[in-house]
């Protein structure tokens, strides 16, 4: 059983406000990651941190940043949420530093107005 | 450019049919990973493979990794509405250590 966390599981905003999204994991495990994902479609990599003070830019490219303060925490902030922003949001985690299994929090569905 | 396709995109079949779906990619993976996901959920890892040629069996799930490490199949026996969902297949190459995920297959089983 997995024991990642994100909050909140479903967020509706208007445009221009500033949010963030929370991640936590009590596993201990040193890289985490966020992804975009829309309903029923491909995972995209917009973030991932090999551990404190560490992050780094995915794949796609994301107006979102975030940080690294504590292991267990990685949040998501967007300064100035867009329509365009609206999507699923996933926080995963994994341990060490091989190809290993990554674990998924349940997601947090953004809906921008 | 994706780094793995998956194909097909989109199943619908029904209860007690077989099916397979397909991970690839023009690239050497050293480890290949299936995960399924279900709406509203996070995904959940079901295999990982590691050895080119490689075939491990979960229940009525049969997953296979290509000799040349560049493909992958997931092979369900008498699918069951349980099934339906998202099945995501993620390798990883020699260099770094990020996963890249597939394009993603939706499968729905129809009782």
């Known amino acids: 059983e997995a024991d990642i966390y994100q909050t909140p599981r479903y967020l509706v905003i208007g445009t221009g406000k500033k949010i963030t999204l929370e991640c936590s994991q009590t596993m201990g495990h040193d890289k985490m990651y966020w992804y975009q994902q829309d309903p029923g479609m491909e995972l995209h990599l917009i973030h991932y941190s090999y551990g404190v003070n560490s992050t780094e830019k995915g794949d796609l490219s994301s107006e979102s940043t975030v940080s690294r303060i504590r292991t267990e925490h990685f949040p998501l902030t967007l300064e100035s949420a867009r329509p365009s922003h609206t999507s699923q949001y996933l926080c995963a985690s994994s341990e060490g530093a091989g190809q290993e299994t990554q674990y998924f929090g349940p997601g947090t569905r953004l809906l921008v107005l | 450019t994706q780094l793995l396709e998956q194909s097909p995109q989109f199943l619908s079949i029904q209860e007690g049919e077989n099916l397979t779906v397909y991970c690839n990619s023009s690239?050497?993976?050293?480890?290949l990973q299936w995960y399924r996901q279900e709406p509203g959920e996070g995904p959940v890892l079901l295999v990982t493979v590691v050895t080119g040629g490689e075939v491990k069996k979960l229940k009525r799930l049969t997953f296979q990794f290509g000799d040349a490490r560049k493909d992958s199949s997931l092979h369900i026996t008498a699918a069951q509405p349980g099934d339906t969902g998202l099945y995501l297949c993620?390798?990883?190459?020699?260099?770094?250590?990020?996963?890249?995920f597939g394009t993603g297959t939706s499968l729905t089983v129809i009782p």
């Open positions: 993620a390798g990883g190459l020699n260099t770094g250590n990020q996963f890249y």
């Open positions: 690239s050497v993976f050293s480890s």
